[in-house]
């Protein structure tokens, strides 16, 4: 089950940077999120009033506002600036592992913020994921040469406001339901898009067809399948596991940026994207050790659990 939600996870979640590369080929950023957010919210809404109100029960104003910031910080923030690169000609795959550094934050971050502490076999994970992102990186900004090098430090600045949505929402006392949450958080995405878009005089949609398959393929793919599962898997696995997820975003990323929109797919960019793997592949199993490690210090600490859980295995 836990690989079932992994993989659906990964394809989801990376299929937003190959529908943002096929929105933005025929509309700006936020044009493509007001039409993304907009009629999503209007559904949701009207759904939590007619069906989801037992789900809002017990929540107060404070959990909402604090569903709000996390939607502005994880959706808003995050999105917009993925949206930016990729029109600013940074490759879907490159932008894909930019983001994908959020680990090395997460990681530093998760023990003081959560006291999910992070080994030493995990560190080591983490730092080739960053070597990863730097070959593909450089891969990328060679074979792009138009492409401007600032244009690179955008997608860090949407992975620092996930990260900080990340933290705000593995801190909160009050649990919210995925219907609850994904319905603020949209909320919140359609009222900010749609402003800065009709502010800047970008609201009107292209009339062509391919913008709208862009649409639908964000909505149900990125948002309902990409978005839901991210906060489900946060809560099944924690935040090092699901984030260091993220480097195999690229690989997915990468090899659909090339069939579909021929992007650059040079040798420098395969190292550094079997780099990125095999840093999931070692911050895993050192999870995996590293929790049968606290298990077994559990059971030593508390025989009358193993009694337990001895018993119940053989029910």
Request: glycine fraction near 10%.
């Amino acid at each position: 089950m836990d690989f079932l939600l992994s993989v659906a996870f990964v394809l989801c979640w990376s299929s937003g940077f190959v529908g943002a590369k096929l929105g933005t080929q025929d509309a700006g950023a936020l044009t493509i999120l007001m039409w993304r957010f907009l009629p999503l919210a209007v559904l949701l809404v009207a759904a939590a009033a007619v069906r989801s109100r037992t789900a809002w029960q017990g929540l107060t104003s404070r959990d909402i506002g604090r569903q709000a910031v996390i939607g502005l910080l994880s959706q808003s923030g995050y999105l917009l600036t993925v949206y930016w690169a990729i029109q600013l000609g940074v490759s879907s795959g490159t932008t894909a592992l930019i983001d994908g550094t959020q680990p090395l934050v997460a990681g530093a971050l998760s023990g003081p913020l959560l006291r999910q502490y992070v080994s030493g076999r995990q560190w080591l994970g983490l730092c080739l994921g960053l070597v990863g992102v730097a070959l593909v990186t450089m891969a990328d900004a060679g074979a792009s040469g138009t492409v401007a090098w600032w244009a690179y430090l955008v997608p860090f600045a949407g992975m620092l406001s996930l990260v900080a949505a990340t933290f705000l929402e593995q801190r909160s006392r009050t649990r919210v339901t995925p219907t609850v949450s994904l319905t603020v958080h949209c909320a919140t995405s359609a009222v900010v898009f749609t402003g800065a878009a009709l502010a800047t005089a970008s609201a009107a949609p292209p009339a062509v067809s391919s913008f709208w398959i862009a649409i639908v393929w964000l909505v149900t793919l990125s948002t309902f399948g990409g978005y839901g599962l991210y906060w489900l898997a946060l809560r099944r696995f924690g935040v090092t596991k699901v984030n260091t997820l993220m480097f195999l975003m690229a690989p997915v990323t990468a090899v659909w940026g090339a069939l579909m929109f021929g992007e650059p797919f040079t040798a420098q960019t395969a190292v550094g994207l079997a780099v990125a793997l095999s840093a999931v592949a070692v911050v895993h199993a050192a999870g995996g050790r590293s929790a049968k490690s606290d298990d077994t210090t559990v059971r030593r600490r508390d025989p009358a659990r193993a009694v337990r859980e001895e018993a119940a295995s053989r029910r």
